[in-house]
């Protein structure tokens, strides 16, 4: 509950703070660079935790197999459904 709480004040005082800079017509340009240090950080965190955990190392090829087979079906019916309904609305159309 409480790092819930700090994640909702941290956005709320963001939020606020982008709002009193809107209103001023003030632009930070370091901005972007602080989100994008913060994201690397947030990466590489995320990275440190799962590297960390063993059980997720031993199943990497697991899960990479997995995905691979996921992304490659989900590509796959994009294609297909796009040349079945490109079809379809061409017949609609009485162009051919």
């Given at each position: 509950m409480l790092l819930t709480l700090l994640y909702f004040s941290a956005a709320s005082f963001g939020i606020y703070i982008g709002h009193l800079m809107h209103k001023k017509n003030k632009e930070i340009k370091s901005i972007s660079k602080i989100q994008i240090a913060?994201?690397?950080?947030?990466i590489s965190a995320m990275g440190a935790k799962i590297g960390n955990n063993k059980e997720i190392i031993d199943s990497l090829g697991t899960i990479g197999l997995s995905s691979f087979l996921i992304v490659s079906m989900a590509i796959i019916f994009s294609i297909i459904l796009v040349f079945i309904f490109k079809r379809l609305l061409k017949m609609g159309d009485g162009e051919e």
């Open positions: 913060m994201i690397i950080f947030l």
